[in-house]
Each structure stands twice: as structure tokens, then as C-alpha cells.
């Protein structure tokens, strides 16, 4: 996507299961953790695309009495 980010990128997860972006030679901020993948920009948008598939966060879910999984 962009043309002078960096080449490698890890997505994240956190503790609310939503979904993040991160330069892969960095280290992990506070409160996210590797979702075991680990691509191209465009790969991990694709990657979030596929498994990010309720944009609620889990404690909502919870509270909405929705699934938490």
C-alpha cells in the first residue's frame, strides 16, 4: 500500500480480538500480541480481512450476549 513504509509487516491482535498493522522489526507494543502471521502490507490487510469478521469488541459481544469466539 505504501511505497516507503517498511517491507514487512506482523498483524496483531488484542485483548478486545481486534485486529492491527505493525512494522515486523519492531517490538510489540504494550497489549497486543502476534497473530502468527507475518506479510506484506497488502497480505496482512488481506489476512485481517479474512479473520477479522465482527468488528465488535469482545467485551461488547459479551455484554450483547453474542459470541465471544
Given at each position: 500500500?505504501?511505497?516507503?513504509?517498511?517491507?514487512?509487516?506482523?498483524?496483531?491482535?488484542?485483548?478486545?480480538?481486534?485486529?492491527?498493522l505493525f512494522?515486523?522489526?519492531?517490538?510489540?507494543?504494550?497489549?497486543?500480541?502476534?497473530?502468527?502471521?507475518?506479510?506484506?502490507?497488502?497480505?496482512?490487510?488481506?489476512?485481517?480481512?479474512?479473520?477479522?469478521?465482527?468488528?465488535?469488541?469482545?467485551?461488547?459481544?459479551?455484554?450483547?450476549?453474542?459470541?465471544?469466539?
Amino acid at each position: 500500500m505504501s511505497d516507503n513504509g517498511p517491507e514487512r509487516w506482523t498483524v496483531l491482535v488484542n485483548a478486545e480480538e481486534q485486529y492491527g498493522l505493525f512494522p515486523a522489526e519492531l517490538p510489540l507494543p504494550d497489549g497486543w500480541r502476534p497473530a502468527d502471521f507475518t506479510g506484506t502490507e497488502d497480505e496482512c490487510v488481506r489476512y485481517v480481512d479474512e479473520h477479522w469478521t465482527d468488528m465488535r469488541p469482545l467485551s461488547l459481544r459479551k455484554a450483547l450476549g453474542g459470541s465471544a469466539a
